[in-house]
């Protein structure tokens, strides 16, 4: 970690309400890096939020700020059109007798100070019906509507989900919560997520449409292993580390169950090192984030690498050959084995396990 992302980190402390006054040295900060650093990690408004609590003499020159601050009006404008897309595509969804449980994106942004400071990005919708129950003809209806009066064009790149475009933004359809595909370890939790959701999904109103949401149980297993499968095999992000801190700090987070599944699954050591971030770096109490065995070492290589990594992911095209496919899979292959210290952290299965899975699914 170097100065930047320290001054970054301590924008996020006051943005998020845990510390009041930053303890940064104003000539020595090269504010142009902070401000790309903060577009890069994907905190770039929530962190323009703590120059409301700062000195002038303390901030960026007028300039650079102004363009920090236009860079978040313009996140909320996006935010609105995002709120309204999910609002309108639920619509559709109820008229044809379903429901339509938004996974991550909205949901988390209801845990922030201010929701139209998070960054929009894909939908992630999962049908259900009235009993919470998922099948496939769910789908297959909402897809057809599409077609028919959208002339919506539906991808299926693999058998996570399907995708389109509706109101500017990429949907994503879920046939599974997770990737089934990828980790043996994904069918245990899959079967505990599927449950959940028929038992405990949560019904708000925007307006006048009825939008589903996952449980408070649902989230800290699901949110957690969204991040640690992102960890693992290309990259995370402070966007996401935020997603769980301002998770937890909002709601009444089930410990012992979410331990019990984390050392069921293996990933009770980045559930450890995760929190500890919260708690060291971004001002928790360890109260509200609970650390089992805190092992700084690890929290640094976690969060020096969540800073600093440069993964990316490759994405198969539509309908691929299978020379392309096997292109995907040896790519895949090499940053698995590149990054097989993580998945020690985050998987409960060794690489070449997950190595004859993925090639056992392929």
């Known amino acids: 970690m170097n100065s930047t992302h320290n001054v970054l980190l301590q924008l996020l402390k006051l943005s998020l309400g845990n510390i009041e006054q930053p303890s940064y040295i104003h000539d ?7 401000f790309r650093e903060s577009r890069h990690q994907g905190v770039a408004s929530v962190s323009c939020d703590a120059f409301d609590h700062i000195q002038r003499t303390y901030r960026p020159e007028k300039k650079l700020l102004l363009e920090w601050l236009g860079s978040s009006i313009n996140n909320e404008s996006i935010y609105r059109s995002y709120v309204d897309t999910i609002c309108q595509l639920s619509g559709i969804v109820s008229r044809l007798g379903m429901r339509m449980l938004i996974l991550k994106g909205y949901g ?7 929701p139209s400071h998070r960054p929009c990005g894909d939908i992630d919708i999962f049908l259900i019906d009235d009993d919470g129950k998922h099948t496939d003809k769910l789908s297959e209806l909402l897809e057809s509507y599409l077609v028919k009066e959208y002339h919506s064009s539906i991808k ?3 058998g996570h989900h399907s995708q389109f475009i509706f109101g500017g933004f ?33 019904e708000i109103h925007v307006g006048d449409y009825p939008l589903y949401l996952p449980s408070v149980k649902f989230n800290s297993v699901h949110l957690l292993r969204h991040m640690a499968n992102d960890f693992a095999t290309v990259s995370t992000s402070l966007r996401q580390v935020l997603d769980w801190s301002t998770f937890v700090a909002s709601n009444d987070v089930d410990w012992p169950f979410i331990c019990e599944i984390s050392h069921r699954t293996n990933m009770n050591r980045f559930l450890d090192a995760l929190n500890g971030i919260c708690v060291d770096y971004l001002g928790y109490s360890e109260d509200m984030f609970p650390i089992e065995h805190h092992d700084e070492k690890l929290e640094n ?13 490759d994405h198969l095209s539509h309908n691929p050959s299978y020379s392309q496919k096997l292109c995907y899979s040896l790519s895949k292959t090499k940053r698995m084995w590149k990054n097989r210290w993580k998945y020690k952290i985050v998987y409960d299965e060794n690489l070449f396990e997950s190595f004859w899975y993925k090639v056992k699914q392929f």
């Open 28 to 34: 020595e900060i090269n504010w142009s890096e902070v």
């Open 108 to 114: 988390c942004s209801l845990n922030y100070p201010i």
């Open 156 to 158: 299926h790149p693999n």
């Open 170 to 202: 990429l949907v994503e359809n879920h046939s599974h919560i997770l990737d089934l595909d990828a980790h043996k370890s994904s069918l245990f939790l899959e079967h505990i997520l599927g449950t959940l959701v028929a038992e405990e999904a949560r």
């Open 301 to 313: 290589e976690v969060l020096d690498d969540i800073l600093i990594s440069k993964d990316s992911v």
